[in-house]
């Protein structure tokens, strides 16, 4: 059994994949061009966005939006200590200040009341905050909304993290549509992932693409016209043209994790595990099926012993990281986020997950309760 099985999506949709792959190959043009300009087309409408920049990474998609809103030094950036080291990295490599604020022990996101009194105590330090970069943790946009208008009414930009959360919404809104812009990533397992890295941003403001566009390309604003020290942050043609393959298949996948979810939450009814609650206006792609166990690492080995892999997301949040350590938290400052690292586990979660193998799933997690 596979924890995200990509050899099973690949045979699936293998002949499309192979005729997409081929036709690049022989084009001899392997960097941007049209299938990279129409994945930007397609996916700009999926999230409802006027545009769409494909990059090289989710990571860089991040990177060059906070570079493009002019964050150095001088600013600092709020964010979630529950989630991927990358959402945390950019604000440090743009020099800016990076404030942690703690996430809701339901959603596992962060709060608008997490946020107020984290801005408050930022500006009693004498911080200058200038953005939210706010993630959709395992395909959960949570409170997006609530945060697009805090962060308005308080001057700052919000910026959402839709690496995990393409496909999802939030509010009747698709993930992607919130702040000022959006990064996502095509990392292999993500929801929509390619065959190697790859990532978008979504914006609905013209000037501020104009600007990304040139900063993924050396700052060029013409040809050997460099306008702004920029990045090398190009996505391939290749995987733009195997990932408008897979867009056409996203909206079943999506589907088949909302059921796959379903048959999760009623086969594990009962038991002393709590799930990542989905607000009733919200929608996950569910790109992890997280659970919150007391008895973590006795679940995994139990499971792992019945050849059923799990994977922990994330085993020690950022602030207790030593590459941010020199921000001075210290243990107890984020105890949902701390509680949540200690207690959290991810059951195999893809759309090609047969009953068959999720019953196994069910049956044996019910063995480990006596169930
Ligand atoms: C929440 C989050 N942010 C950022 C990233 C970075 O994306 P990438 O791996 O494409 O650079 C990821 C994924 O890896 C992620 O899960």
Not at 7 to 19: C, G, I, P, V, W
Not at 75 to 98: D, M, N, Q, S, Y
Not at 351 to 361: G, S, V
Request: hydrophobic content about 45%; glycine content about 8%; aromatic content about 10%.
């Amino acid at each position: 059994m596979e924890f995200i099985d990509l050899k099973a999506q690949y045979r699936t949709y293998q002949d499309e994949l192979e005729e997409a792959a081929l036709r690049v190959l022989r084009s001899g043009r392997y960097i941007l061009g049209p299938e990279v300009e129409e994945l930007e087309e397609k996916l700009a409408a999926f999230v409802g966005r006027p545009y769409a920049l494909g990059v090289s990474s989710g990571t860089d998609a991040l990177l060059i939006i906070l570079k493009a809103l002019g964050i150095g030094p001088e600013e600092a950036v709020l964010t979630t200590p529950f989630t991927f080291a990358a959402t945390a990295e950019v604000i440090k490599r743009c020099g800016a200040h990076l404030i942690f604020a703690d996430v809701s022990e339901k959603t596992f996101t962060l709060s608008p009341e997490t946020v107020i009194k984290a801005l408050e105590e930022a500006s009693q330090k004498g911080l200058s905050p200038k953005a939210i970069l706010a993630v959709g943790l395992f395909g959960l946009p949570a409170f997006l909304l609530e945060l697009e208008e805090l962060a308005s009414s308080k001057g700052l930009f919000l910026i959402e993290d839709a690496c995990q959360s393409l496909g999802a919404r939030a509010r009747g809104r698709p993930s992607g549509s919130f702040g000022i812009a959006a990064a996502t990533s095509f990392f292999p397992a993500k929801p929509l992932g390619g065959y190697g890295d790859g990532g978008m941003i979504f914006t609905s403001e013209a000037e501020l693409y104009e600007k990304m566009k040139a900063l993924r390309v050396h700052g060029q604003t013409a040809r050997y016209e460099h306008t702004y020290v920029g990045f090398n942050a190009r996505l391939d043609t290749l995987q733009a043209a195997l990932l408008l393959v897979k867009l056409k298949h996203f909206p079943a996948e999506i589907e088949k994790r909302q059921e796959i979810a379903r048959r999760y939450r009623e086969g594990l009814k009962g038991l002393p595990i709590a799930f990542q609650e989905v607000p009733e206006d919200c929608l996950s792609v569910y790109a992890q099926f997280t659970l919150v166990v007391e008895e973590r690492d006795a679940l995994q080995a139990f499971l792992r012993e019945r050849g059923i892999p799990t994977a922990v997301y994330y085993p020690k949040p950022l602030h207790l990281q030593p590459a941010f350590r020199d921000l001075g938290y210290r243990e107890g400052d984020f105890p949902v986020a701390e509680s949540l690292a200690r207690r959290v586990i991810s059951l195999p979660m893809h759309p090609f997950l047969a009953p068959r193998e999720q019953d196994t799933i069910i049956q044996a997690v019910r063995g480990f309760y006596g169930a």
